[in-house]
Structure formats: structure tokens, C-alpha cells
DNA sequence: TATGAATGAGGATTCATTCAT
DNA sequence: AATGAATGAATCCTCATTCAT
């Protein structure tokens, strides 16, 4: 799995070959096969498997927290996921540019559920006017962009930034972008 | 170049066949390969061909304008393209996951000085208190990340808003945001 | 024609292409295609354009002149012919290292006829005295090859001998040994 | 390797297919590749392992054995292997003609070398009155070219002969072509 | 559980040749 | 007489998968 992740994760499903695989899992092709009925299978396995580690954070968001502060740790657990599983970032994102063929269902199942879940309690936050008015979905959508292009577009921030840490940096600038978008 | 930027920009270089770019431009395929080299040579040409446009609206970020103005306007242009190049962005977004083989020196070269230049005149503003204290960086980041993620993560956005077209709330989203992080 | 020999001679039939000819001919590929059928009718052209400039010092080998005198003369205008004329036999050569399928006919009729016939003369020779008895046949294969080795064995020869000219010696050495198998 | 050389010393490089050497092999295509990583690779696997055991009579030309004896006995080696090899033979000259892109470097080492040190021993012979003064390297290409017309040029010597064995009559021809040559 | 060997289905590219003008 | 454009038929090579052991 591990070595499904970091290959897959870098050149995308059609992109990396079994080869590849089983040379990072330090197993011989057919071995693989033994494990994994197929390419597809492994790939299908790596997704289905980190589904739900992906979705736990917003999963996590509690109704009855503090509003900014339940946003703002929401939002800083995703871009420590960044930090630390940039590999299964992108997975993800691979996968959904070019059209999620293989989690089309889930997003708009499990997914769409729990953000529509969720969307209801931030609405409910706006409605009591603890926070700003702000339209939940982009919300989401800005904390999902903000904290997944350090993972997924890591090369470009990098080759803008030369050596310096892009997490430090960016925690503070979410934590204060949050502040401002929703602190009343 | 049409066809290629469909196919590409969908399946990535690797996932992208010369079968499907040839039938995609009514070419046949040593046909397609009698205007272009090879299939590199398809892809690498729309990069080339795209990244002059896609820098563009950076450039115009004017250090004369009012800081807010310019820096919301260049958002909005930004999600603009999104909305009309989807494409183009899906393109770029591709190669730069994959660790931007291929353009790995116009990010350290271009991109890289053309956004240090403009981080100065942001920088600017803020020591000026035009707006409020903020990383240039991070504001670049989160203005390309968020506006290029209705195109990039175009399934998983309307997988979750459903019918709902989502560029009329991120334009006012966007406004939003940018105005809570900047005004003073 | 001239294109031709200097591409084909070089890569074999198989190794040139029409694309290598045209160019060196200054013409375009359908214009080549205009004055010649195809890529195997401009080969054939060339064969047969040779063949007979080929056999012609053979032919020339005078029945009623000194013997030794006359086979020394038709061994060195064959070194002299691989010296200017390298191109033409370095394609006779290719031709029949790969079993000679356009010319076969040829050497089984004109060429054996030919030399059966100069068989016959120094055999003649050899029964009057007049040189010590050699086999006419392998003498024959003995000229050819020698002669033609300088021709088609260039680079080997090249590299053995460095930038000292092959041919001055070689016919010093190639009249030795005429001298020392025919004189008696 | 026997399907290789059955095929490559045929066609040459260019003109082979790996379709043809797999059939000869009795394998699958693929199944080719999987034992060499290309055409290329067959080939230079080829023309490496024969490298050896074509210079090897040309090294065992004995400097203490007796000079006529020795240079004969050469030759005649090399005509076995024509004999006997046929197809290496043509291997070695189809590369050879066509500018010997892939062996250039051992033309112009070992071989080279190995010819300048057996030309040194001849040259002795010659100083020391042992065999009529001659041109070493001349007289090494008459060996060469002589021994491997009657593999390289064989259907030419077989057009001309007919059904008649070449290499009895060759044997005869080159002893009596040396002695002629070098006893003085 | 493990792997050397084998292969069918592509997939990029080349090339002789043809077509339209 | 000339050529830009087009293409079918290879041709080399890759790769997921299967087979035999």
C-alpha cells in the first residue's frame, strides 16, 4: 500500500506502472499480483482506504464548539494533512482532475452528505450571528483549495518560496484569513 | 491544439493516447504527427502556448491602482478564467501534481520573479497600512488555489452543490474573503 | 541517381529512406516519387546502371595480350575503381552479403557467362605455359575481393592503417602477388 | 542468440525485424524483449561475443613457429570459419560496410593493436630473410578479404561455380597464392 | 507465498506511397 | 514539375496480466 501511495501519488493511476509498484514494494511483480488482483485493485484499495481518514477532520467539526475556533482547527488539521500526508493529497487530487472515474459515487455520496451536514451547522453559526455571513459550501472550498495546494501544488510553492518552510507561513495567513472572513 | 488540450488537460500526459488527441482533431494519427513531432511535442506546445496567458493577469496587478481594487480584481480575473478555461487550468494542474516535469524551470525562472516582484509591491502596501498586514505569498496562494479550484476540483465541486453554479457564489465568496483579510 | 547511391551504398536498401534520398537529391519526396516509381525503382535503377560499368574491365581482358600483363591490368583498374568509385561497390556489396534478391538472376546469367568465359582464356593460358596453373575461378575471387576490400572494408581499413593512404601499397602488394601465383 | 545471428547477419541491423528473429527463436515478441532490453541489445550482445573468436586465429599467429607455416595455417583458419561460419562472417562485414557505427572503437583498438603487433612479427620475418619482403598489413588483408569472399559473397561464388564445393579449390588456391607470396 | 517466463493488447513512431492542388 | 498534406502498414517497445512451477 505504501508503495502504491507514493507512486500512484506521483504519477497518477495511468501514469505509474505495476513495475514501478512492486519495485518500491520490494516484491516481484507476480507477488503483487498475489496481493492484488489488479492495477485497479491496488489503486481502488489506496482510495477506499484513505477515504475516510480525509473526510474524519471535517467529520470532527463539533455543532456545539466555538464557531471560529472549531473552523479554524478544522482548517489548520487539514493543512497539518498537508504537511504530513502530501502523498495522499495528491492521490486525491489526481484522481478527481481527471474526473474521479473511481470515486464519482462516493463524493457525491458520502461526501455531499456530510458537507451538506456540515453546511448546516455553519449556517446555523451565521443565522445566531456568531460569525459573518458566509456561504458554508465555498467556505469548505476555500479551506479544502487553501490547505491542499501546499501538498498538491508543492513543486510550484516551493520554486516560489526557494527554502523557506511553506507551513509556518501558511498557518498563520489561514488563521488569519479565517479571523477575517468570519469573526463579526 | 484544441483536441490535445481536451485530451491532456482530462487525462494528463500519460493517461492521454495519441489515438484519442487524433480523433479528437479529425486527424489521423501519422497525420497529427506530420504537424507535430511527437506526442511530447503536442503537450509541451500548449504549455508554452498557455503559460503567457495564464501569467498575464499577475502582471497586470498594478502598483499605482487602489491596493484592494487590484488585488480583487486579479482574483476575479483569475476565477474567470476558471470558469472559462477550465482546460487550461486542468492542464497546468496536472503537470505541476506530477512535479512539473516539464516546466520545473519557468516556475523557478518566471513565475518565481514575476511574483517576487509583485509580493514587493503588496509588501508595499501593507508597510504603507493600505491594507492590512499580510504574507504576499500566502495571499498569491490562496488566490490561486481557491479560484483555480473551481476548475481543477470542477467534479467534486458539483458533486457537492449539485445544480448550483458555483462561480456566482465564489465571485461574491472570493470579494468576501479578500476584503476580511485586506481592508484595514 | 547520384542521392541515391550515396544513401543506399552507406545504409543498405533497408536502412535508407526516401527521406534521406530525397534530401540529399534537393528534392522533395513526391517530387523524387515523380521521376522514379518507387523506392525499390530507384535501387534497380542504380543496380543496373552500375552493373555493366561493373563487368566491363573483366570483359576487357584481352585473350591475344601477355597474360601476366593482361590479369595485372584488370586487377588494378579494379582497385582503382574501389578507390574512386567506393559508393558503387560498397552497394554491390550489401546487395549480395544479403543473398543479392534483385540481382541474383544476373550473376547466375551474365556474370557467370562472363566469367566462364575468362576461364576458358587464362585456363588456355595455363595449359600453354604461360603462367604456372592456377585455378581461373579463385583467381578470380582473389582480384574481386582483394580489390573490392578497400572499397567495402573502408573503416576496417581505415582504422588499421590510421591517415597512411591504403591504395599506393596495396597495389605495389596486389602486383607481388600476381607476380609470385602467375609467373612461372 | 542463434535466431539473431540467423536473421541480422541476413538483413543487416535495418533490415531485421524483431518479429523475424523472435519467430526464428521460437518465441513471442514480448517474450524477446524480456530476455534483451532491444533490437540494439541483441545485436551488440551478438557482435560482442563474436568479437573474441574472430580475432583469435590472428592472435595465434605464433612469432617463434616457422613463418610460412604460421601464415598459412592462418589463412586457412580463416577459411574454415568461413566455412564453418558463414553467417558471423556476414555478420561482421554488413556492420563493417555500413561504416561500422557500433565496432568503430574496437576497430581502432584491440583490433588495430592486435595488427600492428602481428605486422611487427611479420615485418621480422621479412628483415630476417625468412619470407620475401612483403607489406604486413596488405598481406593481412589479402588473408581477410580472400577468406571471407567465400562466406560474405557466397551466392556470387555459387552463381559462378555452379554446384561445385568453392572451399576444396580455395584451400589450394590460397596455399599456392602464399607460398607464391612469401617463400623466397 | 514466491517468481521466472510468457503474452495479448496496446501505443508511439516511422516510412513508402498517394492525394489534391 | 512540384509540394503540402494525408495515411495504411509496419515496427519497436511497454505493460498488465497469466502461466507454470
Redesign the interface.
Known amino acids: 500500500m505504501d508503495a502504491g501511495l507514493a507512486i500512484f501519488s506521483?504519477?497518477?493511476?495511468?501514469?505509474s506502472t505495476l513495475d514501478q509498484v512492486a519495485e518500491a514494494a520490494g516484491l516481484s511483480k507476480p507477488n503483487l499480483l498475489y496481493y492484488f488482483r489488479s492495477k485497479e485493485a491496488i489503486y481502488t484499495a489506496l482510495l477506499a482506504n484513505l477515504l475516510e481518514d480525509w473526510l474524519e477532520p471535517l467529520e470532527a467539526l463539533d455543532p456545539d464548539g466555538d464557531p471560529v475556533q472549531e473552523i479554524t482547527s478544522y482548517a489548520l488539521r487539514k493543512l497539518d494533512m498537508s504537511q504530513n500526508f502530501p502523498r495522499e493529497s495528491?492521490l486525491f487530487?489526481?484522481e478527481?482532475?481527471?474526473?474521479?472515474p473511481r470515486i464519482?459515487e462516493v463524493?457525491?455520496g458520502e461526501?455531499?452528505d456530510l458537507?451538506?451536514k456540515k453546511a448546516k451547522v455553519i449556517s446555523a453559526w451565521v443565522g445566531q450571528g456568531r460569525i459573518?455571513p458566509?456561504?458554508p459550501?465555498?467556505?469548505?472550498?476555500?479551506i479544502?483549495?487553501?490547505t491542499?495546494?501546499?501538498a498538491?501544488?508543492e513543486?510550484?510553492?516551493t520554486?516560489?518560496?526557494?527554502d523557506i518552510d511553506?507551513f509556518e507561513?501558511?498557518r498563520?495567513?489561514l488563521s488569519?484569513?479565517l479571523?477575517?472572513?468570519?469573526v463579526p
Chains 1, 2, 3, 4 share one sequence.
Request: hydrophobic share 45%; net charge positive; no cysteine.
Open positions: 506521483q504519477f497518477g493511476f495511468r501514469g495528491r487530487a489526481n478527481i482532475i481527471q474526473g474521479a464519482h463524493l457525491r461526501l455531499k458537507v451538506d459573518k458566509v456561504d459550501y465555498h467556505l469548505v472550498f476555500t479544502w483549495s487553501l491542499q495546494h501546499y498538491d501544488f513543486v510550484q510553492v520554486a516560489v518560496l526557494g511553506p507561513g501558511a498563520h495567513h488569519a484569513l479571523r477575517g472572513l468570519l
